[in-house]
T-cell receptor, first 107, second 115 residues
């Protein structure tokens, strides 16, 4: 079972484009994690948020707990942003991670 | 600064063999986790430990066991490996506060193939 839906599943963008990746979940949560998985497989934590918005460099994450939705935005995308982006709502005592959005940024 | 290390990096294993995947962190985090990642299924929690001496079952615990003798180490054991345990295994740690979700830091992963 997977209660987390990410869209789109795959995304190709031109360098410089503004990118939005969406994450929807079906049950109440207390927090949500955004991860980045590089082509080589390594996983990096991007954001952990429970309300509002967080910004780090060109990355912005927003969450609306009531609407059960979070978005990850990338401004001025660059080829080095090419990766899989994974969201993970936290419920009970664990994260339930989605299958990810595969992003390719073309020069 | 190592963060989290995992060993081995990859392993090919005959079905029925016993295998222990090692995970060590040097961040003094109280919580540690084992996930498996399979194509189309995402990261799924196998076992977790909120503090040394305690462990808990995640979403897919069958066929796996863990122990947490100290803060730094969290080994995952497959007692008798089966081909369906072919996967990439990630260890993670976090500073757990009050039962709330906290940022997780991941190891580099172990690619395991069971034949």
């Amino acid at each position: 079972k997977n209660e987390v839906e990410q869209s789109p599943q795959n995304l190709t963008a031109q360098e410089g484009e503004f990118i939005t990746i969406n994450c929807s979940y079906s049950v109440g949560i207390s927090a949500l994690h955004w991860l980045q998985q590089h082509p080589g497989g390594g996983i990096v934590s991007l954001f952990m948020l429970s309300s509002g918005k967080k910004k780090h460099g060109r990355l912005i994450a927003t969450i609306n707990i009531q609407e059960k939705h979070s978005s990850l935005h990338i401004t001025a995308s660059h080829p080095r942003d090419s990766a899989v982006y994974i969201c993970g709502p936290f419920r009970g005592n664990q994260f339930y991670f989605g299958t990810g959005t595969s992003l390719t940024v073309i020069p | 600064i190592a963060g989290i290390t995992q060993a081995p990096t990859s392993q090919i294993l005959a079905a029925g063999r016993r295998m222990t995947l090692r995970c060590t962190q040097d961040m003094r985090h109280n919580a540690m986790y084992w996930y498996r990642q399979d194509l189309g299924l995402g990261l799924r929690l196998i076992h977790y430990s909120n503090t040394a001496g305690t462990t808990g079952k995640g979403e897919v615990p069958d066929g796996y066991s863990v122990s947490r003798a100290n803060t730094d180490d969290f080994p995952l054991t497959l007692a008798s490996a089966v081909p369906s345990q072919t996967s990439v295994y990630f260890c993670a740690s976090s500073e757990l506060r009050g039962g709330l979700g906290s940022e997780q830091f991941f190891g580099p992963g172990t690619r395991l193939t069971v034949l």
